[in-house]
C-alpha cells in the first residue's frame, strides 16, 4: 500500500479484535504504531506481537471516557515517534454492564446511554481533536473512526449503541467538512458482523454467516486491511466516507 511507511499512527482500542489486527496490519505495511486500550495487558501483547514480526510499537493504557488520559495518549505518539499522521478510532464499551444492558425505550437506563455516549462518541470526538493540531501542524493527515451497521439497520434493542454509531458518522462529516481543505480526511468503517476471539465457538460463526452475501463470517482482518487503506496515501481521494465493511449484509448506496 503506498504511503503507510514509517507513518505513526495512533490506535485508540487495540487490545483486542478489530483494534489488534489494524495495528498488526498497519505495522506490517511499515507504520509505526501506538497501541492505546483500558486493557493494558491486551494492549501489550498486541505490540509484543508486532515487535516479534519486526515491526515498531509501543503499548499504552488510556480510557475513552478520560478526555486526559486521551491527550496523554497523543503525546506519547508525539514524544516517541516524533509526531503522528493518523489516528484509528475502535474501541467501544461492549462490555455486559453497558451494550448488555441496553435494552428498548421502555426498559432503558439513562446511566446506559450516558457510559455508551460517553465511551464510544464522546471519546472519539476528543481523540480526534487531540490529533487534529498536529495533523494541521504538517499540512494533513488521515483520522478512520469505527461506526456499525447497527447506526442504521434499526434494531429492536442496542438503541443507545446504534445512536452512539450514528454520531460517529455525524462526527466523521464534520471533521472531513471542516478540515478537508487543510489536508485532513476522515473517514469511518461500518463493519457488519465480525468474529472475534469471544464469538469463535456455539451458533455465532454459522448465524454470522447466514447474514452475509459472502461464502465466509467476516474477520478482524478484513477490516484491518479497509482500515490500513483509508490510512495510507492511496486513499487521498477517500474523504467524509462511511464504508460497509460486512461481506454484503448492507446494500446501501
Ligand atoms: N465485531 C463486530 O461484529 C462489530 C460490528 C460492528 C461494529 N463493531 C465495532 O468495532 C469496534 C471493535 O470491536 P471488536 O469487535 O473488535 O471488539 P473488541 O471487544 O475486541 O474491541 C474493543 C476494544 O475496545 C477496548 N475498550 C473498551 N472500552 C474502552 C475504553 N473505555 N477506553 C479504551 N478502550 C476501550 C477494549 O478493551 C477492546 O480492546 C467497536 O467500535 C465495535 O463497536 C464491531
Redesign the pocket.
Known amino acids: 500500500m503506498r504511503g503507510l511507511r514509517d507513518k505513526r499512527i495512533v490506535i ?8 489488534a489486527a489494524t495495528a498488526e496490519r498497519l505495522a506490517e505495511e511499515g507504520a509505526s504504531v501506538v497501541v ?4 493494558l495487558a ?1 494492549a501489550r501483547a498486541t505490540a509484543e506481537r508486532i515487535g516479534e514480526a519486526g515491526g515498531t510499537a509501543f503499548a499504552v493504557e ?4 478520560d478526555g486526559d488520559s486521551i491527550r496523554a495518549l497523543v503525546d506519547r505518539a508525539v514524544t516517541e515517534f516524533g509526531g503522528v499522521d493518523g489516528l484509528y478510532n ?5 462490555s455486559p454492564g453497558t451494550i448488555g444492558r441496553d435494552f428498548d425505550l421502555l426498559e432503558m437506563d439513562p446511566e446506559v446511554w450516558r457510559r455508551t455516549h460517553e ?2 462518541l464522546l ?1 472519539y470526538a476528543v481523540a480526534c481533536r487531540a490529533v487534529l493540531p498536529h495533523l494541521l501542524g504538517q499540512g494533513g493527515g488521515a483520522i478512520v473512526n ?1 461506526s ?3 447506526a442504521w439497520i434499526g434494531e429492536p434493542e442496542r438503541p443507545a449503541y446504534a445512536a452512539s ?1 450514528a454520531g460517529i458518522n455525524a462526527l466523521t462529516r464534520h471533521v472531513s467538512s471542516r478540515w478537508g481543505k487543510e489536508g485532513v480526511r476522515c473517514n469511518a468503517v461500518a ?4 468474529l ?1 476471539d469471544k464469538q469463535q465457538d456455539g451458533q455465532a460463526p454459522a448465524a454470522y454467516l447466514l447474514a452475509t452475501r459472502s461464502h465466509r463470517p467476516g474477520e ?1 482482518a478484513d477490516l484491518a486491511g479497509t482500515v490500513a487503506f483509508l490510512l495510507s496515501d492511496d486513499a487521498e481521494w477517500v474523504n467524509g466516507q462511511i464504508w460497509s465493511i460486512c461481506g454484503g449484509m448492507s446494500l446501501r448506496e
Do not use: E, M, Q
Open positions: 485508540a482500542g487495540g487490545a483486542t479484535g478489530i483494534g492505546g486500550d483500558i486493557n491486551g488510556f480510557d475513552l471516557a475502535v474501541g467501544a464499551d461492549l465511551v464510544n471519546g469505527t456499525s451497521a447497527a454509531k463493519p457488519g458482523l465480525v472475534g478482524p
